[in-house]
């Protein structure tokens, strides 16, 4: 069965600081995995996926994350934080085997501090 | 382009009263899904519309749900009788047809309290 794991349900971090949002996933057959952010009152906005070729994705609003097939992990990442970067944020994967459903995990509030 | 809509924004209920959530999602959108959040929890799978035919209800926890999606357009999700287990926000979303590849576009969601 699919899975994803965030298993920070908060990361705090200063403004211009780096960060890192963690994600693991367990999928049968090849991993489709994306980034999602919410904003208050809002729906969830899609930032950045990985289907295959480079481990390194860029996605909107300046950040990026990282596919590694060993650790099976996507960790969404930025260089410089900003407080406007403070939302809700969903790991999620679909998979090229099954029905295509994409499982979500539990998301990590990220706060940003000026 | 317009988004996906959903209708009512919150809806408060009693135990044992019915609701029914809309959805219109993006016109081309072939797929249509429904998700579930209770407070702090994962973004949970309800079920997956390809057009008018249900492609994966596996999501739906029981026959107390019932979700349809007339003509391939617009979806409803109603819960009859609701309980107070159903609280949570119900997320619509719809994308392209594909091979499981495309991102979702979701609605602001309807917040559901069972009283």
């Known amino acids: 069965a699919q899975s994803v794991a965030q298993p920070e349900d908060q ?3 200063a403004e211009g600081n780096p960060l890192t949002v963690k994600c693991t ?6 991993p489709y ?8 009152n809002r729906g969830l906005q899609f930032l950045l996926k990985y289907i295959t070729g480079d481990n390194l994705v860029k996605g ?3 950040f990026e994350a990282e596919f590694n097939k060993s650790q099976t992990s996507f960790h969404l990442k930025k260089p410089s934080a ?3 970067d403070s939302a809700l944020y969903f790991c999620a ?14 998301g990590t509030r990220l706060k940003v501090l000026a | 382009e317009a988004g996906v809509t959903q209708f009512p924004s919150h809806s408060v209920i009693e135990k044992g009263q019915t609701v029914t959530l809309r959805c219109d999602p993006i016109s081309g959108h072939d797929n249509l899904y429904w998700y579930r959040r209770v407070m702090g929890k994962e973004i949970k799978f309800l079920l997956h519309f390809v057009k008018e035919s249900k492609q994966d209800e596996s999501g739906m926890p029981n026959n107390r749900f019932l979700a349809e999606r007339t003509g391939g ?31 979702l576009f979701f609605g602001s969601g309807t917040q559901l309290s069972v009283l």
């Open chain 1, 33 to 40: 995995l994306f980034w999602y952010v919410q904003y208050p």
């Open chain 1, 25 to 30: 996933y367990s999928v049968s057959g090849n």
């Open chain 2, 73 to 103: 357009t617009y979806s409803t999700l109603k819960v009859q009788p609701a309980e107070l287990e159903d609280s949570g926000v119900y997320f619509c979303a719809s994308s392209h047809p594909g091979p499981g590849d495309e991102k």
């Open chain 1, 11 to 13: 990361v705090n971090v």
């Open chain 1, 82 to 84: 900003l407080v406007s």
């Open chain 1, 93 to 106: 994967v679909s998979s090229t085997s099954g029905t295509y459903k994409y499982i979500f995990g539990t």
């Open chain 1, 60 to 62: 909107s609003y300046g």
